[in-house]
C-alpha cells in the first residue's frame, strides 16, 4: 500500500487530472444513457437491463485498471483505454439523443388534456359586416367551437345579435346561403366539411370570416384503453382533410374519413374497413336520430367511435386523428410507395389549388407525396364516388405499412416519426406505443423471411342509394344504406381477426383450372337484408290511396287542393287526382313524418 501511494505521488499530475476528466466524461453520457433507457418501457427489458449492469461494470472497471496503468507508468493501456471510454461515451451521446428523439415525438402522438380550439363567424363574401344582426348558433353546449367560442366571440366583441338555434350546421349552412340568416357560428374545420358537398363546392370564395377566436381549452374527449398490444385490437383512423401543417391546429374533426383497422399480433393479420362518409346510420349524440355518419363529427371523437360501436358491435380499443395532409410528409419520407392506380384524374394539390393539380394515369406507379396525397382525395370523377376513394385509401394504407416495417437507418426512421408526430393524435399512451416495438419486429422477422407474412385483408359494404329529405330547408342530398348481409360479414371478419369468434372450417372447395382464383374480399357482392323504406309516386293516385299509404308508413297526409294558376296543378292529371307532392320519390322515410300532396281542382 505504501508503494502504490508512493508511485501515486511521483505520477504525473496531468495524467491524473485527464483521468479524473475522463471519469467524468464517461460517467455524465452513461447516467443520461442510463435513464434513456430506462424510459424505453417495455421495449428489450432483458437486453437493457444487460447494457446497464455492462455500463456499470465498465465504470468501476475502468476507474481501477486505468489507475493502476497510471500508477505503474502503462502509457500505451492508459491511453488506449481512456481513448475507447472517451468513445463510449460519445456513443452514449448519440444514443441518448436519439432515444429522447424517440421519447418526445411519441409524446406528441398522445391527446392532450388541452388543445387549441378555433372557432369563426362567417358570413357571405357579399355581406357587410355591419348588416350582420341575424346569426344561427349550434345549441349543443358541449360544441367547444361552435357554441363555447361562439359565445366568447360575443362577450369580446360586444355583438348585439339575433340569434338563431340550429340542431346541426348543414340547415345552417343551407339558411346561410339562402339569406335566412346574416352569419353563421362554425367550426374551425368548417371549409374542408362543406367543401365536400357539391353545394358549397366553392364555399371558400363565397364566404369570410368576420371575427375569429382561438382558445386553448380542455379537450372534451374521455376515450382510453387499457388493451395490450400483445393481444387482438382494433384501431379507428379518423381523416382530417385539414390545410393545416399539423394535427394542432385541426382540432375539429371532419369524419370525411373513417377507417377501421383490426390486427391480430399473433397471426400477423390485418382487416380494413373503410365506412362510406355519406352511411345513413343513427347517430349516438342525436339520441340515435339517423343521418350520415360523417355528421357524427360535429359531436367529436367520441360521438364518431360510439356511433360506429353502434353499427358494428365491436368495442373500438384506440383510434388516430390523422391530418391527411401529413400523408405527403409520410410518404416523403418512405422515398414514395407503389400503389395500383386504378382510373386515370387530376386533383388539387396540397394546398387545395388546381394551379399546381396532380395529374395520375392508370396503372401501378411509383407515388410521391403530392401524388398519394391526391388519389386519397380523389372522388368527383371516380364511377362509384366515394366508395372507389375509399379503396384507394385502402391500397396506400396497405403500401405504406409495408413500406414502414422494411426501414433500413436510424435517419430513415426519425424522418418518418417526424412526419407521423406532427399529422397522428391518438389516445395510446406513450407506454403502449413504445410496447408496439415487439410487433414491428415480429413483422420485419418474418418478412424478412417471408414478404406475405402481413397478411391485410380489406373489406367492401355493399350499399345502395338512400336519398334523404330535409324537412325543415326542402332540400335533398346524397346517402347511402347498407345491406345487412354484408355489413354483417364484414363483421364476422373482424371479430375472427379479434379471436372473438372461431372461423368455420371449409368442408368442400371446387377448383376450376380456366377460372382466374380471387381472394375474398369481406361483404363483397352480398346484397340481401336491405331495410330500404322510400316513398313512392303518388302522382296520378286517389286521396284514399295516399291516405293508406301514408298510415302503412307512419306518415301524416296533408292535402292542397290546386287550380290551373297554381304552379303544383298537373295538366296530365285528371281532376280531382293527385297533381304533385312535396316530397319527390325515392327518399327515405327515415326523418319524413308528413308530406303534403297536391290535388287538382277546377275554379268555382
Not at 92 to 105: A, W
Not at 262 to 291: E, H
Request: proline share 1%; with cysteine.
Amino acid at each position: 500500500m505504501k508503494r502504490t501511494l508512493k508511485r501515486l505521488f511521483y505520477t504525473n499530475k496531468l495524467k491524473m487530472i485527464f483521468y479524473l476528466f475522463a471519469i467524468v466524461v464517461f460517467l455524465v453520457p452513461a447516467i443520461i444513457f442510463s435513464i434513456s433507457l430506462i424510459r424505453l418501457n417495455g421495449i428489450e427489458t432483458t437486453i437493457r437491463i444487460i447494457v446497464l449492469f455492462l455500463i456499470t461494470c465498465y465504470f468501476f472497471y475502468y476507474i481501477y485498471k486505468c489507475y493502476y496503468y497510471i500508477v505503474n507508468k502503462n502509457k500505451v493501456k492508459y491511453y488506449v483505454s481512456t481513448i475507447f471510454t472517451i468513445i463510449l461515451a460519445i456513443i452514449f451521446i448519440v444514443l441518448s439523443y436519439f432515444i429522447n428523439i424517440v421519447y418526445g415525438e411519441l409524446g406528441n402522438l398522445t391527446q392532450k388534456d388541452t388543445s387549441l380550439y378555433t372557432g369563426y363567424l362567417i358570413s357571405l363574401t357579399d355581406t357587410d359586416k355591419k348588416d350582420i344582426k341575424k346569426v344561427g348558433m349550434i345549441n349543443d353546449t358541449g360544441d367547444i367551437e361552435g357554441f363555447k367560442i361562439a359565445n366568447m366571440i360575443i362577450k369580446e366583441n360586444k355583438l348585439k345579435l339575433d340569434l338563431e338555434s340550429y340542431d346541426n350546421y348543414d340547415d345552417m349552412m343551407y339558411d346561410l346561403y339562402n339569406n335566412k340568416i346574416d352569419g353563421a357560428f362554425v367550426q374551425n374545420n368548417y371549409l374542408s366539411y362543406f367543401s365536400m358537398d357539391e353545394a358549397y363546392f366553392n364555399i371558400a370564395s363565397e364566404t369570410k370570416v368576420v371575427y375569429k377566436k382561438s382558445s386553448m381549452e380542455k379537450n372534451n374527449i374521455n376515450l382510453s384503453s387499457n388493451k395490450s398490444l400483445k393481444e387482438p385490437f382494433t384501431v379507428l383512423l379518423l381523416g382530417v382533410d385539414s390545410t393545416a401543417d399539423s394535427i394542432d391546429a385541426a382540432t375539429s374533426l371532419n369524419g370525411d374519413t373513417l377507417m377501421l383497422i383490426t390486427f391480430n399480433p399473433k397471426t400477423l393479420n390485418a382487416t380494413i374497413f373503410s365506412i362510406p362518409r355519406d352511411l345513413y346510420v343513427p347517430i349516438s349524440c342525436r339520441k340515435g336520430n339517423k343521418a350520415k355518419i360523417n355528421s357524427s363529427s360535429a359531436g367529436g371523437i367520441n360521438c364518431v367511435i360510439e356511433t360506429i360501436k353502434d353499427l358494428i358491435d365491436i368495442d373500438i380499443d384506440y383510434y388516430a386523428k390523422i391530418n391527411f395532409r401529413g400523408v405527403v410528409d409520410l410518404v416523403e419520407a418512405l422515398d414514395g410507395i407503389d400503389v395500383e392506380v386504378t382510373y386515370p384524374f387530376c386533383e388539387q394539390d396540397s394546398n387545395r389549388s388546381f394551379y399546381n393539380q396532380i395529374c395520375l394515369k392508370k396503372g401501378f406507379q411509383h407515388l410521391n407525396g403530392e401524388q398519394a396525397l391526391a388519389y386519397a382525395r380523389h372522388r368527383h370523377s371516380l364511377p362509384s364516388g366515394d366508395l372507389q376513394r375509399i379503396q384507394n385509401q385502402q391500397l396506400i394504407v396497405e403500401a405504406m405499412t409495408k413500406k414502414i416495417v422494411t426501414l433500413n437507418t436510424v435517419t430513415e426512421f426519425k424522418d418518418i416519426l417526424s412526419a407521423i408526430s406532427n399529422n397522428i393524435v391518438t389516445n395510446m399512451s406513450r407506454d403502449q406505443i413504445l410496447s408496439s416495438y415487439n410487433i414491428l419486429k415480429d413483422m420485419v422477422i418474418n418478412l424478412i423471411s417471408d414478404k406475405d407474412a402481413l397478411i391485410v385483408s380489406k373489406a367492401y359494404l355493399e350499399v345502395y342509394d338512400n336519398r334523404i329529405y330535409n324537412e325543415r330547408n326542402g332540400t335533398y342530398s346524397a346517402a347511402l344504406g347498407y345491406y345487412d348481409e354484408s355489413l354483417k360479414d364484414i363483421i364476422k371478419m373482424m371479430k375472427i381477426n379479434l379471436e372473438l369468434e372461431t372461423a368455420e372450417m371449409i368442408t368442400d372447395f371446387s377448383f376450376d383450372a380456366n377460372t382466374p382464383y380471387e381472394v375474398k374480399v369481406a361483404g363483397k357482392g352480398l346484397k340481401t337484408g336491405a331495410n330500404i323504406r322510400r316513398t313512392i309516386s303518388l302522382i296520378g293516385k286517389t286521396v284514399s290511396e295516399a291516405d293508406s299509404w301514408g298510415s302503412a308508413n307512419n306518415v301524416t297526409i296533408k292535402k292542397e287542393y290546386v287550380t290551373e294558376d297554381n304552379p303544383k296543378y298537373n295538366s296530365n292529371v285528371a281532376v280531382g287526382l293527385i297533381a304533385n307532392q312535396s316530397i319527390a320519390a325515392g327518399m327515405s322515410l327515415d326523418n319524413i313524418n308528413s308530406m303534403t300532396i297536391y290535388i287538382n281542382t277546377v275554379n268555382e
